[in-house]
């Protein structure tokens, strides 16, 4: 199946920081990748979808100005926590669509996850 | 919101079936039926999906009732590894493509 890596897979920063997290099809192309935050013993957030060569659309609620999402190429999305604070301690996944494979289905290949605490 | 609710807990004796429930009463006519799970600190892996028909792959079989309003996924021989939470997700064939996660059920499989 196909592969989605982020870097890094795990981060600490002191509150203030600004964070990126990247996120990388190695296989695919993906127009469309997503960004999700989870909580522990939580399930998956939608925070916003990614698409390339335009803005992202975030979900209600998450603040586009203090999540700055940018998807600059068919292979990469950056995620970049602004003035992170302890609230924004998180496990941060993101998931990519083939959109290349030419079959319809809509299976979402995720990443690893990143780590965030901000101390 | 979730259009998919779960039970939060479930345990399943090593080597038996597990039988994973889902509710999805208001899921439309263009939304298939997907599971993914997620094993601790690690991003979801997708496991099967369906429209209207039962699916089978080497990981489960998926069983979606004729209304469409529930399904149940089916690990035929749980092993310890496959203790992990287990999401079902409706998602539109169209438009935003979006997955909404709802609560997950915890499966533990005992030994």
């Known amino acids: 199946g196909a592969v989605v890596s982020q870097h890094p897979s795990w981060v600490i920063c002191k509150s203030g920081t600004s964070v990126k997290i990247e996120c990388r099809s190695l296989d695919f192309q993906a127009t469309t990748m997503f960004w999700y935050r989870q909580f522990p013993k939580q399930s998956l957030m939608l925070m916003a979808t990614?698409?390339?060569?335009?803005?992202?659309?975030?979900e209600q609620g998450v603040e586009k100005d203090k999540f700055l999402i940018n998807h600059a190429s068919l292979t990469l999305s950056t995620l970049t926590v602004t003035s992170a604070h302890p609230e924004d301690s998180s496990f941060y996944i993101c998931s990519a669509r083939d959109q290349t494979s030419g079959i319809s289905y809509n299976e979402q290949f995720f990443g690893p996850g990143t780590r965030l605490t901000v101390l | 919101d979730a259009k998919t609710t779960q039970p939060t807990s479930m345990d399943c004796a090593e080597g038996r079936a597990a039988n994973l429930p889902c509710n999805h009463s208001?899921?439309?006519?263009?939304?298939?039926v997907y599971w993914y799970r997620q094993i601790h600190s690690q991003g979801p892996q997708y496991i099967i999906h369906g429209l209207k028909n039962n699916e089978t792959n080497e990981m489960a079989s998926l069983i979606i009732t004729e209304d469409r309003k529930s399904s149940t996924l089916i690990l035929p021989h749980a092993t310890l590894r496959d203790t992990a939470v287990y999401y079902c997700i409706a998602v539109p064939h169209s438009g935003t493509y979006k997955y909404i996660f709802g609560t997950g059920t915890r499966l533990k499989v005992l030994a």
């Open positions: 990614s698409n390339e060569g335009s803005k992202a659309t975030y």
């Open positions: 208001t899921i439309s006519g263009n939304e298939y």
